[in-house]
């Protein structure tokens, strides 16, 4: 069964840490793109950062790189974003999501074709 499960979210000060994990199926973690997104209320979602897993590539969105880093634990099939220097801009819900084949490009929501059912994530200033 395909599936994706998200933990780690919460409420934390601004300048604070949270670290996200996404455990996942055999099925769709092996060899294929992992990739967090977050979706605040009256916005539309956004990828967050993304990783080819079994060692590939990682991307970042402008507004996270350098605070935030996208990492995998392949025995566990697990992805994690560390989240340090948290603003209250990064307020949202964030989602796990994968997709099938390379990550190379890929970018949107409709590119990604396994979705978590998402953690709330939330920093007050």
């Known amino acids: 069964q395909v599936q994706l499960v998200e933990s780690g979210g919460g409420s934390v000060q601004a300048g604070g840490s949270l670290r996200l994990s996404c455990a996942a199926s055999?099925?769709?973690?092996?060899?294929?793109?992992m990739g967090w997104f977050r979706q605040a209320p009256g916005k539309e979602r956004e990828v967050v950062a993304r990783i080819r897993t079994g060692g590939g590539t990682t991307y970042y969105s402008d507004s996270v790189k350098g605070r935030f880093t996208i990492s995998e634990e392949d025995d566990k099939l697990t992805v994690y974003l560390q989240m340090n220097s948290l603003k209250p801009d990064d307020s949202a819900m964030y989602y796990c999501?994968?997709?099938?084949?390379?990550?190379?490009?890929?970018?949107?929501?409709?590119?990604?074709?396994?979705w978590g059912q998402g953690t709330q994530v939330t920093v007050s200033s």
């Open positions: 055999y099925d769709i973690y092996d060899n294929n793109c």
């Open positions: 999501a994968a997709r099938s084949g390379g990550c190379a490009g890929y970018r949107n929501s409709p590119d990604f074709h396994y």
